[in-house]
C-alpha cells in the first residue's frame, strides 16, 4: 500500500509569519499492524494556539483508535463495529485533553479549536468520519471516484464546526466502505476549491485523476517533495492562501 501525508503553510500564513496551522498522521494499528489510521486536522485561524489544537485532534484519534485495535484478530470485523458512540467517546476525549493543554497555557478551550477527518481501514473495510470542513474522497478507479462526507458549515457560512468542542456532537458525519477502494483521500479546505464541485457536490476527477496516477508512477523517496511542490505551485496557490493538508492511500495500482 502507498501511504502519505504532505502539509504546507499557506501564502497568507508566510505572509502574516504565522505556522502551518494543519496537521495529519498516519499510523498503523492491530496485532498484525494491518489496520491503518489517518488524521487529518486544521486548527481554526481564529484560535491562538491553533496549530497545538490540531496537533492534539490527530495524535488523540491515533491513540484512540490503536487501543481499540490493539488486540483484535480480526479488523474487518472490528472496523465495520466502529460507529457514532466510538466517534462520541473520541470527542470526550479530545475536550478533557483540550482543558487540561488549555490550563497550561493559562488559556481558554476556545484557543486550540480544530477541525478533524479521520479514517480507519483494513483494506476491505473503511470507516470515514468529518468533523468540520476539508472532506474525504474514495475511487474505485480514475473514473469513479465519490465523497463519503462533504465539508460542513457552523451556525453561520463563513463558520465550520470544531472537534473539540461539545458542539461536535451534532456534526459528526461516519460512513462506512464495505469494499477495498483503488483509493482513499482526505483533505483539509484548502483545496475544496479545486478538488471538490461544489455545483453537483462531488469530487472533481480533472484534480484527482491526474494527482493519483503521478503518485503512482513515482519512487516512494519522492512522493512526498513531489505533492508539496504541487501543492506551492501557481496553478495551486493563485486560487488558494490557506494552508493545505492531504493524505492518500493507494490500494491498488492495477485500477490506476
Known amino acids: 500500500m502507498i501511504s502519505l501525508n504532505v502539509s504546507v503553510t499557506g501564502v497568507s500564513h508566510i505572509q502574516n509569519e504565522l505556522p502551518c496551522q494543519d496537521v495529519s498522521l498516519i499510523r498503523k494499528a492491530g496485532e498484525e499492524d494491518n489496520v491503518t489510521i489517518l488524521a487529518i486536522s486544521d486548527g481554526a485561524g481564529s484560535s491562538k494556539y491553533a496549530d497545538e489544537g490540531a496537533k492534539l485532534c490527530v495524535e488523540t484519534t491515533c491513540s484512540f483508535f490503536q487501543d481499540i485495535f490493539q488486540d483484535d484478530k480480526t479488523p474487518s470485523t472490528c472496523t465495520s463495529e466502529l460507529d457514532e458512540k466510538d466517534i462520541e467517546s473520541l470527542i470526550g476525549e479530545l475536550i478533557k485533553k483540550t482543558d487540561v493543554i488549555a490550563a497550561s497555557h493559562s488559556s481558554s478551550p476556545r484557543e486550540f479549536c480544530a477541525t478533524l477527518l ?30 463519503p462526507t462533504w465539508p460542513q458549515q457552523g451556525e ?19 460512513y462506512h466502505l464495505a469494499e477495498e477502494p483503488a483509493f482513499i483521500c482526505g483533505f483539509t479546505d484548502g483545496l475544496e476549491r479545486l478538488a471538490l464541485d461544489f455545483t453537483e457536490k462531488k469530487p472533481s476527477p480533472g484534480f484527482f485523476r491526474p494527482l493519483i496516477k503521478q503518485i503512482v508512477k513515482l519512487d516512494e523517496e519522492l512522493r512526498d517533495t513531489v505533492v508539496a511542490d504541487f501543492l506551492r505551485s501557481d496553478r495551486v496557490t493563485e486560487k488558494i492562501d490557506d494552508d493545505i493538508t492531504i493524505g492518500i492511500l493507494v490500494f491498488d495500482e492495477d485500477r490506476l
Open 118 to 147: 479521520g479514517c480507519v481501514t483494513c483494506g476491505e473495510v473503511s470507516f470515514f468520519f468529518q468533523i468540520g470542513d476539508g472532506c474525504w474522497v474514495y475511487g474505485k478507479n480514475p473514473d469513479e471516484i465519490f465523497c
Open 156 to 174: 453561520y457560512a463563513s463558520q465550520t464546526v470544531f472537534a473539540n468542542t461539545k458542539q461536535a456532537l451534532d456534526y459528526v458525519q461516519i
